[in-house]
């Protein structure tokens, strides 16, 4: 049996993202009022607050500098919570995945199904980030529309691997781990809040084989009206990311569900 195919050729993996989109439905009030609350929060406290005696950043003001990361840094989040806690309480607890499997669905289509709403979830968390800075006059023209399919590949990458520790995870508290040691040093060190070239030179290279560093290079000149650099090579790392780890996710799942 081959290890996995690819995501989203088989009509099952849209029918798992469209009963995933009915539950979020009955949520949609709180569900949005996080994605727009909590953006705003982070760019009136640290780009207006911080950024007043930071200035500018990289030839451009503060605030816009941490508004055009934070829209890549919002679509690792989103995905990530979702592929971490949402992936496992249905896994898990609710054994909805055993229920699917009873129908003519396989397991690469629920995890290709997953990928695709963790995906979407982070595009509706970066449109918010995006409205606010809009808003705020922090978007520089109709260019960083570009972001939103972009920002979904970036949900895809990180989804990947936030399925796998939920494979691996035996309770939520698991979890912890993944948030502190991978998602919150990478949120950091990533270039979201100041550039990377500014970290110690073993430190920079390394942080090129992480996606986040990537999305941020892509995601930051679109908003920005900056010139797009080595364009093929960030989209080529987060490709590789999405499409590795979810093979490596099909393969631990089914382990796991069919034995």
């Not at 088989?10 to 469209?18: D, I, L, M, N, S």
């Not at 289509?109 to 970066?126: F, N, P, Q, R, T």
């Amino acid at each position: 049996m081959a290890l996995c195919s690819l995501p989203g050729i088989h009509a099952g993996a849209f029918a798992v993202w469209y009963r995933n989109f009915m539950v979020w439905k009955k949520l949609i009030g709180p569900a949005m009022l996080m994605n727009f609350g909590e953006p705003a929060l982070y760019l009136l406290a640290l780009g207006y607050g911080l950024g007043f005696f930071i200035g500018e950043m990289g030839d451009m003001p503060y605030l816009v500098f941490l508004a055009s990361g934070i829209v890549a840094s919002s679509a690792m989040t989103t995905a990530s919570f979702e592929g971490t806690y949402s992936v496992f309480t249905r896994m898990v607890p609710q054994r909805t995945y055993e229920a699917m499997l009873t129908t003519p669905l396989q397991v690469n289509d629920i995890l290709a199904g997953e990928m695709l709403w963790c995906a979407s979830k982070s595009v509706v968390s970066a449109s918010a980030i995006l409205v606010v800075a809009a808003l705020l006059g922090l978007v520089s023209g109709w260019q960083a529309l570009w972001v939103l399919p972009i920002v979904f590949l970036v949900g895809l990458s990180f989804a990947g691997p936030a399925i796998i520790m939920s494979v691996l995870a035996s309770n939520y508290d698991f979890f912890s781990y993944y948030t502190v040691l991978v998602i919150t040093p990478m949120y950091l060190l990533s270039g979201v809040f100041y550039p990377i070239d500014t970290l110690p030179p073993v430190l920079h290279t390394f942080l090129w084989y992480l996606p986040l560093p990537h999305a941020v290079a892509l995601t930051r000149p679109l908003v920005t009206g900056r010139e797009l650099t080595d364009v093929f090579l960030h989209l080529g790392v987060l490709a590789l990311y999405a499409g590795v780890s979810y093979c490596v996710a099909v393969h631990f799942v089914r382990r796991k569900l069919i034995r």
